[in-house]
Structure formats: C-alpha cells, structure tokens
C-alpha cells in the first residue's frame, strides 16, 4: 500500500475517534448519601458539668452550607456503669444538651456510658473510661542541652537545644501529653517563651510503664534578644487521656484544610454507625524544673 494511503487512513481513524470521544460524555452519579447522628459529648473530672452536642452530617458532595442539621429532641443520659447513677442532660438550643449531675460524679478510673435515644427509638450508646489523675510531678526532665548560638547561611542566630521528657508510672491503655513552654532568658534578663513541639504529641507508656518525648529543636535570636540564654525550667500542662479523646484529636491535626486531600477519617466510639466521640481527660498545671 502507498506510504501516502496509509498516512491519510490513520488520520480518517484517528478523527473518528476523537469525533467519538467528543459526542460522549461519562456520567457518573456521586454516592448515595446516608444521614448519620453525629453525637459529641468530652468529660473530665476537672469539672462535673457534662455538655453533649447532637447534630446529622451532612452531603460530601453537591451544594454546601454552613448550616446544621440540629438535633433537638433526643433523649440524652450519662450513666456511672460501676455503680448505675444516671443523670438526664437537658436541651437547652442547636442541639446542645446539659447537665450538672445530681447522681453521677466524674471520678478518674471510673468506666460511664453515654446513651442517645432519638425520637423514631434509634439508640446509641459509648463508653469510656476516665483516665487516672495527671500529676505533674510525674513529669521529669532527663535530658536537656542548648548549644551555643550559630550563624545560619543567611547570616541569622540560631540557638540549638535538645530536650527529653519522661512521664512516669503511666497506666496501661491510656495517653499522655505535656503541653509545655520553655523560660528561656537572654544575657539581660529579658524572659521568653517557647513551646515544645513533640513530633508524637500523645503517647502511651512502654513497658515500664513511661512515656518519653524527645525533640531537637532551635529558636532565632538577636534583633535586641541576645545570648548567651539560660533556663531553669519549663511550664504548662501535661494531659492524661482515654483513647477515643486522643483519636479525636490526632484527627483534627490531621485536616489541613486542603481541599484536594483525601477526606480524613473519623475515628468513632459510638454504636450503631453514628459518628462521634465520647472521651475522657484530665489534666494538671505548673513547672518542671531542669535538673
């Protein structure tokens, strides 16, 4: 066949092909949405006031909105599983339920329930269990060095420091977490604060029972903060937590807000496929000083 045949068949096909291409167009419907109850309800024994938030999820796909689909008239009680008390949470607006209990007390160690009857008799239930105290004597200090200052390749002070946090005698099945801040002082007293930013917030403890944060990190100085830097310790909080609270939270560190990321799971404890979270914390404020 000519060289010149087979050039002109090839674009008659090619054409056709793209002609087809053109004239189709692929639908594809988005999933089928579910409306599922999503129930939030965080307790600690910091406080015996107990706060339940109840709406529906709404569509991933199609048209959004800012408004929620509130639920409103659901039954909403917490229960102390080990002795039985239960208290009722009243509705007060916008599917927001309360409570200071009459019956139930929030006590560290202590298992409760958390139980939601809907109006058309849908019930679900979740348990957790409240984490013993946070004490922050339990949180030592074993290793810290900060380095001289240095220059970086723009000309900039950097000062270099490691630090290492053990929290001691921590519970089997359960999280910890410092949320702490450094008193650095510079050569004229001036006082500064840094956060100590661990790469695993919250942790639970290894076999002998401790949990070990570690972080090599730096700050920028000069501008009228100068060194050398000296500082005797650091302060803030450390947090005790169940699993379901630390869940939750991993999750909320985990949505970017970029809007092509693929959607981030929710992890949830309650029953029967509703969405949610019923967690417990604790936690206790002061120093801790650099040995």
Same mark, same amino acid.
């Given at each position: 066949m000519n060289p010149k045949n087979i050039i002109q068949q090839l674009i008659i096909v090619l054409s056709v092909f793209s002609f087809a291409s053109c004239e189709q167009e692929a639908e594809v419907a988005p999933p089928v949405f579910e409306k599922k109850p999503v129930i939030m309800c965080l307790i600690t024994p910091q406080s015996n006031f107990i706060q339940a938030d109840l709406s529906y999820t709404r569509p991933y796909y199609g048209e959004q909105t800012y408004d929620k689909d509130f639920i409103d008239n659901a039954l909403v009680i917490i229960k102390n599983v080990g002795t039985g008390d239960m208290d009722t949470l009243k509705h007060l607006f916008n599917g927001n339920y309360e409570v200071f209990p009459k019956n139930v007390q929030v006590l560290n160690d202590t298992k409760y329930e958390l139980l939601v009857?809907?109006?058309?008799? %849908?019930?679900?239930? #979740?348990?957790?269990t409240t984490p013993p105290k946070a004490d922050l004597n339990k949180l030592k200090i074993? /290793?810290?060095?900060? +380095?001289?200052? $240095?220059?970086? %390749?723009?000309? =900039?002070q950097v000062n270099d420091y490691s630090l290492e946090f053990i929290y001691e005698g921590l519970k089997e099945g359960f999280f910890v977490s410092p949320q702490?801040? *450094? &008193?650095?002082?510079?050569?004229?007293? +001036? =006082? /500064? %604060?840094?956060? #100590? @930013? @661990?790469? %695993?917030p919250m942790l639970s403890a290894d076999a002998?029972?401790? #949990?070990?944060? @570690?972080? $090599?990190?730096?700050?920028?100085? *000069?501008?009228?903060?100068?060194?050398?830097?000296?500082i005797e310790k650091y302060? *803030? #909080? &450390? /947090?005790?937590m169940d699993k379901p609270y630390r869940d939750f939270y991993n999750v909320r560190f985990q949505d970017d807000g970029n809007p092509f990321a693929e959607p981030v799971l929710f992890l949830s404890n309650l029953s029967e496929g509703a969405l949610g979270v019923f967690g417990s914390y604790d936690f206790d404020q002061g120093e801790v000083l650099i040995p």
């Amino acid at each position: 066949m000519n060289p010149k045949n087979i050039i002109q068949q090839l674009i008659i096909v090619l054409s056709v092909f793209s002609f087809a291409s053109c004239e189709q167009e692929a639908e594809v419907a988005p999933p089928v949405f579910e409306k599922k109850p999503v129930i939030m309800c965080l307790i600690t024994p910091q406080s015996n006031f107990i706060q339940a938030d109840l709406s529906y999820t709404r569509p991933y796909y199609g048209e959004q909105t800012y408004d929620k689909d509130f639920i409103d008239n659901a039954l909403v009680i917490i229960k102390n599983v080990g002795t039985g008390d239960m208290d009722t949470l009243k509705h007060l607006f916008n599917g927001n339920y309360e409570v200071f209990p009459k019956n139930v007390q929030v006590l560290n160690d202590t298992k409760y329930e958390l139980l939601v009857r809907l109006s058309n008799g %849908e019930t679900f239930t #979740a348990t957790t269990t409240t984490p013993p105290k946070a004490d922050l004597n339990k949180l030592k200090i074993t /290793y810290f060095d900060l +380095q001289d200052s $240095r220059e970086d %390749e723009w000309g =900039e002070q950097v000062n270099d420091y490691s630090l290492e946090f053990i929290y001691e005698g921590l519970k089997e099945g359960f999280f910890v977490s410092p949320q702490m801040y *450094g &008193v650095f002082n510079d050569k004229n007293g +001036q =006082e /500064y %604060e840094i956060e #100590a @930013f @661990f790469k %695993e917030p919250m942790l639970s403890a290894d076999a002998s029972g401790n #949990a070990k944060f @570690f972080i $090599r990190d730096y700050f920028y100085s *000069g501008w009228g903060i100068d060194p050398p830097f000296t500082i005797e310790k650091y302060k *803030g #909080a &450390v /947090y005790t937590m169940d699993k379901p609270y630390r869940d939750f939270y991993n999750v909320r560190f985990q949505d970017d807000g970029n809007p092509f990321a693929e959607p981030v799971l929710f992890l949830s404890n309650l029953s029967e496929g509703a969405l949610g979270v019923f967690g417990s914390y604790d936690f206790d404020q002061g120093e801790v000083l650099i040995p």
